[in-house]
C-alpha cells in the first residue's frame, strides 16, 4: 500500500491551527498511525487506530479519518509542535509508512 | 518505563558489515516485537524488518532480502540487526522500534510505540 501525505510542507503561526492529510492508495481501515519526528530525534507515536492519542499526547492533536483519507489536525500550534509528522498504515504486512509533512514556522 | 537504548555510530567501508543493537528495559522482552527502521540523511522513514523476541521469527523488506539478518538475545533482552555488503546508500540513521505486540498476525499489534535513539551508521571509502 502506497502512503502519501499532503503538504509537503506546511508553514504556520503559533496558535494557528494545522490540518495534515494522509492517503493511502487502497482502504486500510481505520489502522492508521500518526508519529512525529523533531530533528535529531526519534520518531514519536502520537496516535493510532486513525484517532486514538498515545499516552500522554496532549488534546490539541487529533485524527480522523478511514478507508484511504486521514487527517491529523493540531488545534493551536504550539512551539514544540515544529516538526515532521508521518503516517504509517499498519492494516497490510508489511506497514508502510508516508513521506511525511514538515510543519514549520510562519 | 520502557527504554531502547541502541548502540553507538559506526563508519564502515563499502563491502562490509555492520551489527546495531537495541537492548530493552521496563517491559517484558519476549513479550512485543522489534522492528529495525532507518533513515537516510534528510529522507523518510523505511522499514526493514521485524523479529519477535519470542520465537524468532522474522519477516525483512524484500529490498534488503540476503543481505539483513535480525537476531535477538533473550538473556540480555537485546536486539540486534546486522547488514552486510554496505554500500553508501545505506548510510542513514538505523532506529529499532517497539511493536505494540509480540506478533504481526494481530492488526492492532503493529503500531510502534517506542523506539530507540538511533545509530548513525556512515558509510564511506
Known amino acids: 500500500i502506497v502512503m502519501t501525505q499532503s503538504p509537503a510542507t506546511l508553514s504556520v503561526s503559533p496558535g494557528e491551527r494545522a490540518t495534515l492529510s494522509c492517503r493511502a492508495s487502497?482502504?486500510?481501515?481505520?489502522?492508521l498511525a500518526w508519529y512525529q519526528q523533531k530533528p535529531g530525534q526519534a520518531p514519536r507515536l502520537l496516535i493510532s487506530?486513525?484517532?486514538t492519542r498515545a499516552t500522554g499526547i496532549p488534546a490539541r492533536f487529533s485524527g480522523s479519518g478511514s478507508g484511504t483519507e486521514f487527517t491529523l489536525t493540531i488545534s493551536s500550534v504550539q512551539s514544540e509542535d515544529f516538526a515532521v509528522y508521518y503516517c504509517?498504515?499498519?492494516?497490510?504486512?508489511?506497514?508502510?509508512f508516508g513521506p511525511g509533512t514538515k510543519a514549520d514556522i510562519k | 518505563q520502557v527504554q531502547l537504548v541502541q548502540s553507538g555510530g559506526e563508519m564502515k567501508k563499502p563491502g562490509a558489515s555492520v551489527q546495531v543493537s537495541c537492548t530493552a528495559s521496563?517491559?517484558?522482552?519476549?513479550?512485543?516485537?522489534i522492528n529495525w527502521v532507518r533513515q537516510a540523511p534528510g529522507q523518510g522513514l523505511e522499514w526493514m524488518g521485524w523479529?519477535?523476541?519470542?520465537?524468532?521469527?522474522?519477516y525483512y523488506a524484500q529490498k534488503l532480502q540476503g543481505r539483513v539478518t535480525m537476531t535477538t538475545d533473550k538473556s540480555t533482552s537485546t536486539a540486534y540487526m546486522e547488514l552486510r555488503r554496505l554500500t553508501s546508500d545505506d548510510t542513514a540513521v538505523y532506529y529499532c522500534?517497539?511493536?505494540?505486540?509480540?506478533?504481526?498476525?494481530?492488526?492492532?499489534?503493529?503500531?510502534?510505540?517506542?523506539w530507540g535513539q538511533g545509530t548513525l551508521v556512515t558509510v564511506s571509502s
Open positions: 522500534a517497539r511493536q505494540t505486540g509480540v506478533d504481526v498476525v494481530v492488526v492492532a499489534a503493529r503500531v510502534f510505540d517506542y
Open positions: 521496563g517491559y517484558r522482552f519476549n513479550s512485543y516485537g
Open positions: 523479529i519477535s523476541p519470542y520465537n524468532g521469527n522474522t
Open positions: 487502497q482502504s486500510v481501515g481505520s489502522n
Open positions: 487506530g486513525a484517532s
Open positions: 504509517q498504515q499498519y492494516n497490510n504486512w508489511p506497514q508502510t
